[in-house]
Every structure is written in C-alpha cells, then in structure tokens.
C-alpha cells in the first residue's frame, strides 16, 4: 500500500509538471500572435521596367497601410498631419509583413500586402504627436434617415429618399461602423407619420426592439428651399447626444454633391465613435485573476480574448500551482470597461478580494 500510494504521488506530480508544460506552450503560441494592429489586403502596383526595385513597392505598401491604420484608430483631423511622416519612422512601428498575391500582367507588378504594425510602439509614435489612440472596434448601428421636403405631410423614408438609397453605396474600406438600414415596411411608415409632429422627440424604440441594435442614429432632414437643417440623433455606447445643424444652397438631387455630403456626414458620425474608443495609456488599472489551470479551453480563450483587447496594456502569469493560475494585467480603462468585455466573450468573472477569478 506504501508503495502504491508514493506511486500515486509521482503519477500527480508527473500530470502536473505535463500540464504545466502544455500550459507553457500555449502561453507561447497565444502570446507570439498578440499586440498588433493588422491591415490586410494593402494592393500595389508598379511598373515593371529597368527601374524596377522591390525596396520601392515595399515601402509603397508600407505608406498605405500606415494611412488606412490611422484612419482607422484616430480622428479625421490627424490624417493631414500624418501623412508626410517619414517613411523610416513607419517601418520602425512594423513587426512583420507578408505578401498574400503578386502576379507580373502587362509590363506591370501587382502585389497585396498583408503589414503587422506593433501596437505599442504606434501608441506611443501618435502620443509623442499629442494624438490619442482609438481602439479600432467595428460596430452595427441601426440608421434611420427620414427626409420632410417641405410640408411635413411630404415625410419620405424609404423608395425616394436620396439619403436612405445612397447611404451605403459607397463605404470605405477603413469604416468601423456597418450602417444597418431598416427594412422598407408599410407598418414603419405608419408608426412615423403617427409621431410626425413629435419626431424630434420621438425615441425610435419601436425600431431598436424590431432589429435587434443597441446603437442607433436617427437623421430627420427638413429640405426646403434648397436649405436643408439635418437633426441627428445618436446613441452609441449608450452616450446619447443630439446634434443639429444647417446647411445653404444643398443639391440632393445632384448625384456628385449628395455623394459628398454623405461621406462629411459619415466622417462626422466614425468621429464620435472613436472618440468614445479612446485608448487612455495614463490609466493603468492592475488587475490581479486566476483561472483554474485545468481549464486548458478556458485559458486559450482567456489569452486570445486579452490578445484582442486593445485597452490591455500587458499581461502575464504571475505565479501558478497545480490548482490555479494567476494572471497580472495592466488595463487602459475603468473595471466596468473591463468586466463588459469579457462578459461579451463568454468570461465570467468574479470578483473577490484583491484577486478575481474566471469561473
């Protein structure tokens, strides 16, 4: 019996110290993926003759997707004075690079390249810039454009509404809101006209409820007289606030004129979706969790999840046994942010003490 039970005992010391290795591996292979803000499918072309160099189309490529991270993770304004930043300042904020296409046609080389930008590294280069960083988070809101041409009985919200039919006509590639626009429906139009003297006011539930969306922006467009006063309504994150504005001699039925104005609008609108991303290094929240580290799942999840989060500054293993593991973080944010985030994904969390688990 003596015997057996110290077998027992190496046989728990050998599952530990295996588990503890696979555990160890799968820190590496998560953590080797983390930190970096990607840009995919960057396309270049040059011309194939006797002045032909490779160095000359990586840097092509190396400039454009510097310009679409920063159209992505800060504010409209930053992009005039971004765009003469030295070429060798750019190449120091990349980890790596891949080509996913290159073909030669027609005396010409076409390539897509794929560029990894360290995330630190680009935080601080913008900070140094008096720039902040926005975490670039694509987001689903529910769009209502209701245009009134003159009289209000003139309500217009679906077929002949230049704003409702355009709008999604022409995205950009680097938008971070997906504009979900409803449905045309007999019922909506009734619902509308019913609340036509009270739109202003009018709180657009009816429609979150139908399509499912938290995030909203209602555009109620009064057009006469070639004037034109837009108020709009937004709620994301749930910040509401209401802007409203006038505009002289508008064209909307001029097809160039109202494709322009619709892309300020839409700048306008991602603004104040990456002004509530902001990423805000001068706080530092530490955070202390365990995890039981059995639940090999569990931690690869936990590690990809915190690999995804561009409000975690850093975060390692503090210590573990052959029960739990336990986790140091460095957080840009409030433990409200934090905790809603990893409910989002799945992760429970607990708070106890000054350590939090994940159940």
């Given at each position: 019996m003596f015997y057996l039970n110290k077998f027992n005992k190496y046989i728990r010391l050998y599952i530990f110290f295996l588990g503890s290795i696979l555990f160890l591996n799968l820190i590496l292979t998560s953590n080797s993926y983390g930190n970096t803000f990607k840009i995919i499918n960057i396309e270049v072309s040059e011309e194939f003759d006797l002045n032909f160099k490779k160095e000359k189309i990586y840097e092509k490529a190396f400039r454009k997707a510097f310009e679409e991270l920063i159209s992505k993770i800060t504010i409209s304004e930053n992009k005039k004075r971004l765009k003469n930043v030295n070429i060798f300042d750019v190449k120091r904020l990349i980890d790596s690079f891949n080509i996913g296409e290159e073909e030669f046609m027609h005396n010409k080389y076409f390539a897509k390249f794929n560029v990894n930008f360290n995330r630190k590294k680009v935080i601080f280069f913008l900070e140094n810039q008096n720039i902040y960083t926005s975490s670039p988070q694509k987001v689903d809101v529910l769009f209502i454009p209701i245009l009134i041409r003159g009289k209000k009985e003139e309500l217009i919200i679906f077929e002949n509404n230049p704003f409702y039919k355009n709008w999604n006509e022409d995205s950009e590639k680097d938008s971070l809101i997906n504009y979900v626009l409803p449905i045309e429906d007999i019922e909506d139009r009734k619902i509308l006209m019913s609340n036509i003297d009270m739109l202003e006011e009018y709180d657009f539930r009816e429609f979150l409820n139908k399509y499912n969306l938290e995030n909203y922006i209602t555009q109620i467009i009064y057009f006469e007289n070639n004037n034109l006063r837009i108020l709009t309504k937004i709620n994301l994150k749930n910040d509401k606030s209401t802007i409203s504005k006038n505009y002289k001699d508008i064209q909307i039925d001029d097809q160039v004129f109202l494709n322009r104005f619709i892309n300020e609008l839409k700048i306008n609108y991602e603004d104040?979706?990456?002004?509530?991303?902001?990423?805000?290094?001068?706080?530092?929240?530490?955070?202390?969790?365990?995890?039981?580290?059995?639940?090999?799942?569990?931690?690869?999840?936990?590690?990809?999840?915190?690999?995804?989060?561009?409000?975690?500054?850093?975060?390692?293993?503090?210590?573990?046994?052959?029960?739990?593991?336990?986790?140091?973080?460095?957080?840009?944010?409030?433990?409200k942010n934090f905790l809603t985030q990893m409910d989002d994904r799945g992760l429970v969390v607990e708070k106890q003490n000054e350590i939090w688990s994940i159940k």
């Open positions: 104040k979706w990456k002004k509530l991303n902001v990423i805000n290094t001068s706080i530092k929240l530490p955070i202390n969790l365990s995890l039981s580290s059995s639940s090999y799942k569990k931690i690869k999840l936990f590690e990809k999840t915190l690999d995804g989060f561009d409000f975690v500054y850093e975060f390692n293993i503090d210590y573990f046994d052959n029960e739990n593991i336990f986790y140091n973080i460095v957080y840009n944010g409030s433990p």
